[in-house]
């Protein structure tokens, strides 16, 4: 199966997650392309049998290069099987406020791309402290103080669950 795992990230864990799930595909026999999401302008869907979509949520919203994506190529991928990696911090917890932001940022993407993936998958991201800049690093560090009170701001944090990830993307390959 040929199969697209592009992505967008800000900080890098998007790009890990995609890296990992495309590294897993291919060892499962599987033609894979991983593509980042800005240079996915003009890519003919019609190569591909499948493709997952990867993007991390900041400030309310998905990046601008894979907004763009999905929305120049919204009738292929709706014909499409396709996987959204939805990635968060807020998917790391249980906090059922955080939950429903996560929903509704995930409904206003739909409702601006007009891509409707065939399934989401809510992925976990990292406080990646390493890459932020100072008034970055000062507004992600309230927000761990405020949400896990055992993060170290000089150590960067890791949520993602990879055997999860895993059994998700199995789960979608075998529907």
């Known amino acids: 199966m040929k199969l697209l795992v592009l992505y967008a990230t800000t900080d ?29 302008a003009g890519l003919n869907l019609a ?11 900041h400030a309310g919203g998905y990046q ?9 190529h919204a009738a292929a991928l709706n014909a ?9 911090l807020s998917a790391a917890g249980e906090d059922a406020e955080d939950w429903a ?8 993407f739909h409702r601006d791309t007009g891509w409707t993936p065939k399934r989401i998958a809510h992925v976990a991201g990292a406080f990646r402290f390493s890459e932020y800049g100072f008034f970055r690093a000062w ?7 405020q949400k896990d009170a055992s993060v170290d701001p000089h150590h960067d944090k890791e949520y993602t669950d990879w055997a999860a990830l895993d059994a ?6 075998a529907a």
């Open 12 to 40: 890098g864990q998007t790009r890990k997650i995609a890296r990992h799930v495309a590294d897993g595909l291919a060892d499962k026999g599987h033609g894979v392309e991983l593509l980042e999401a800005r240079e996915g």
């Open 47 to 57: 190569r591909f049998d499948r493709a997952i979509l990867a993007g991390s949520l």
């Open 64 to 72: 601008a290069a894979l907004a763009s994506f999905a929305r120049d």
């Open 80 to 88: 499409m099987p396709t996987l959204f990696l939805a990635v968060s």
């Open 101 to 108: 932001g996560l929903h509704k940022c995930l409904e206003a």
């Open 139 to 145: 507004a992600m560090k309230r927000i761990a103080a």
């Open 168 to 173: 998700e993307v199995a789960g979608w390959l």
